[in-house]
């Protein structure tokens, strides 16, 4: 027996619901993004973009987490022009990307050979690196990780302190800050390392970054390249933020990465905006889509 075919019902194509319609095609009048087409991850992306005009012209807070990746592609100049034309409230990082930032702007280099430099134990000795950013932290530590960092880059006058995010923001009054994770970073492993130093600095920022999320209702906050430091400490910022009573429900959310991670998927893009918020996932090479954005 064989199934028959010719009993089989068929239905009029218009009547059909079909998800891709030539509304949402690629326009190829129009200028960058509308050739974005509105479909999938394209739809995800403008809708982001969107969202990040729509802050800005209402004046609500936009908050970017940039793990060091952003350094080491080559976007610091793109971060540095989005804060100086008000696209950036506040620019969160970890360690290591004060550690780089800073490297930058001493040198003009950063991001050494880790396999060789390992072999000999010399992977993470760069004597400056650890000195002056240890030497930031205990001249200004009590005002935060990256204020410190980013004053010392700006009194050492560095020749390449205009391609620092932490001296640009220094100098237009836009709070960065700098969340460590003891043992992680090169500077840990430095003679001049005070562990107690820097658990007030960085934990000072903290405070400080969980005071702009209590201001991130009808908000952004965009999460690139970092993994696991920030998007955790988003998750307890935000929960401090609704412990003290600020609403905190409705905003954007917006995670850019190579892959996709399980603690930026839950901590940035799902669990904290269940209660009125959205959240994206927009997956691409950090080099391709941050000037993409931009």
């Known amino acids: 027996m064989k199934a028959d075919f010719s009993k089989i019902r068929t239905i009029p194509l218009k009547k059909r619901k079909n998800k891709t319609k030539i509304s949402d095609f690629s326009d190829i009048k129009k200028r960058f993004p509308d050739t974005i087409p509105d479909i999938l991850a394209g739809k995800d992306f403008k809708e982001v973009v969107d969202a990040i005009k729509k802050a800005k012209k209402?004046?609500?807070?936009?908050?970017?987490?940039?793990?060091?990746?952003?350094?080491?592609?080559?976007l610091a100049p793109i971060i540095i022009n989005l804060m100086k034309r008000g696209f950036i409230d506040?620019?969160?990082?970890?360690?290591?990307?004060?550690?780089?930032?800073?490297?930058?702007?001493?040198?003009?280099?950063?991001?050494?050979?880790?396999?060789?430099?390992?072999?000999?134990?010399t992977f993470g000795m760069a004597d400056e690196t650890g000195k002056y950013i240890h030497e930031a932290l205990k001249r200004y530590g009590e005002k935060g990780y990256g204020f410190a960092v980013g004053k010392q880059i700006i009194e050492m006058d560095l020749p390449n302190k205009e391609?620092?995010?932490l001296a640009v923001a220094f100098g237009l009054n836009i709070p960065v800050t700098i969340h460590s994770a003891i043992g992680t970073e090169i500077i840990h492993q430095h003679p001049d390392c005070d562990g107690a130093m820097l658990g007030r600095a960085t934990y000072h920022d903290f405070k400080i970054f969980t005071e702009s999320i209590c201001e991130l209702e009808d908000g952004v906050l965009l999460n690139i390249g970092?993994?696991?430091v920030l998007p955790e400490v988003f998750l307890k910022?935000?929960?401090?933020?609704?412990?003290?009573?600020?609403?905190v429900r409705r905003f954007t959310t917006a995670n850019f990465d190579m892959i996709k991670h399980y603690r930026p998927t839950?901590?940035?893009?799902?669990?904290?905006?269940?209660?009125?918020?959205k959240g994206y996932t927009i997956i691409g090479m950090h080099e391709i889509m941050i000037p993409l954005l931009h």
Do not use: Q, W
């Open 90 to 121: 506040h620019l969160a990082m970890n360690g290591a990307g004060s550690i780089h930032d800073f490297e930058i702007a001493y040198i003009g280099e950063t991001s050494e050979d880790v396999a060789a430099n390992i072999e000999d134990g």
């Open 58 to 74: 209402d004046k609500k807070k936009i908050i970017v987490m940039a793990g060091a990746h952003v350094i080491k592609c080559g």
């Open 237 to 247: 910022a935000i929960t401090v933020a609704r412990n003290l009573g600020y609403k």
């Open 163 to 165: 391609h620092s995010m």
């Open 226 to 228: 970092s993994a696991v």
């Open 266 to 277: 839950e901590n940035v893009v799902n669990r904290p905006t269940s209660m009125g918020g």
